[in-house]
């Protein structure tokens, strides 16, 4: 399976893209969201705009996985 496939769950991001991002160590939504913008804008084919994009793209996918995981936990232990 091919690991830069999740990462073409962002708008703008096919395989070429997708590759890059895995070449550069940005192989997992999760650490496309802790990016610096700077560093993904070292990678051939990505500009600023895009840049935001996805980092934005990644942030809320990472941030309601946390919500949904996180959620179910507090509402079993009562807090």
């Known amino acids: 399976m091919k690991k830069h ?3 073409e769950k962002l708008k703008g991001i096919g395989e070429v893209l997708s590759q890059r991002l ?3 160590s940005y192989d997992t939504i999760a650490k496309v969201a802790a990016a610096e913008e700077k560093g993904l804008e070292n990678i051939a084919g990505m500009n ?3 840049v935001r994009s ?3 793209q990644a942030r809320k996918m990472t941030s309601e996985t946390e ?3 996180h959620t179910w936990s ?3 232990s009562g807090r």
Do not use: A, F, R, Y
């Open 5 to 7: 496939t999740e990462l």
């Open 22 to 24: 895995v070449e550069s």
């Open 48 to 50: 600023p705009q895009k």
């Open 54 to 56: 996805i980092v934005t």
């Open 67 to 69: 919500k949904n995981k």
């Open 74 to 76: 507090k509402d079993k």
